[in-house]
T-cell receptor
Framework: ETGVTQTPRHLVMGMTNKKSLKCEQH?????MYWYKQSAKKPLELMFV???????ENNSVPSRFSPECPNSSHLFLHLHTLQPEDSALYLC??????????????FGNGTRLTVT | GQNIDQPTEMTATEGAIVQINCTYQ??????LFWYQQHAGEAPTFLSY??LDGLEEKGRFSSFLSRSKGYSYLLLKELQMKDSASYLC??????????WGAGTKLIIKP
């Protein structure tokens, strides 16, 4: 079992669909993150949860809705997406936020295509 | 303001040495990270530097100069499996990670 598991690996959805991305970490970490990765662009931080509390929302459109029921699970609910939302969505976890000595552990990502 | 820059793509030969540079500008600094990302896979942590100098981990070394806003990742005895993207990121005064766009490293036999 890898440290951070994301499902599904690939997702194709229409602009009117509703879908959810799931992330689970088995590392005993307290912080979880959603990142968006587009080709040839830096990683974009979307949301941060620390001890299940959302501590960061980087001006993400409301069509993306995160949920963190516990420190091990993180969801990203998607609805009425746009084609420009097509990207690789990466989940990550770390021991805590606010420290430089706690590297991020990433999942393999969900490759999202919006048609 | 803050910014970070690294080359888009580099090519090197199997068995050789390659140095991937990363420059950054920021008013507050809490360390610099390097990650490796193979195509279609998760980024994986390689190194963290918060003090000036060279940190060596096997074939990979990372260097930091805070006064120059400069870091590099040195890969020795290159292997085909080292073909990947290498992501540089610094942590600012608010412990936010600022990421570079990544350097795609192509290894040729």
């Amino acid at each position: 079992e890898t440290g951070v598991t994301q499902t599904p690996r690939h997702l194709v959805m229409g602009m009117t669909n509703k879908k959810s991305l799931k992330c689970e970490q088995h590392l005993g970490h307290n912080a979880m993150y959603w990142y968006k990765q587009s080709a040839k662009k830096p990683l974009e931080l979307m949301f941060v949860y620390n001890f299940k509390e959302q501590t960061e929302n980087n001006s993400v459109p409301s069509r993306f809705s995160p949920e963190c029921p516990n420190s091990s699970h993180l969801f990203l609910h998607l609805h009425t997406l746009q084609p420009e939302d097509s990207a690789l969505y990466l989940c990550a976890s770390s021991q805590a936020t606010g420290t430089g000595e706690s590297p991020l552990h990433f999942g393999n990502g969900t490759r999202l295509t919006v048609t | 303001g803050q910014n970070i820059d690294q080359p888009t793509e580099m090519t090197a030969t199997e068995g050789a040495i390659v140095q991937i540079n990363c420059t950054y500008q920021t008013s507050g600094f809490n360390g610099l990270f390097w990650y490796q990302q193979h195509a279609g896979e998760a980024p994986t942590f390689l190194s963290y530097n918060v003090l000036d100098g060279l940190e060596e981990k096997g074939r990979f070394s990372s260097f930091l100069s805070r006064s120059k806003g400069y870091s590099y990742l040195l890969l020795k005895e290159l292997q085909m499996k080292d073909s990947a993207s290498y992501l540089c990121a610094f942590m600012d005064s608010n412990y936010q990670l600022i990421w570079g766009a990544g350097t795609k490293l192509i290894i040729k036999p």
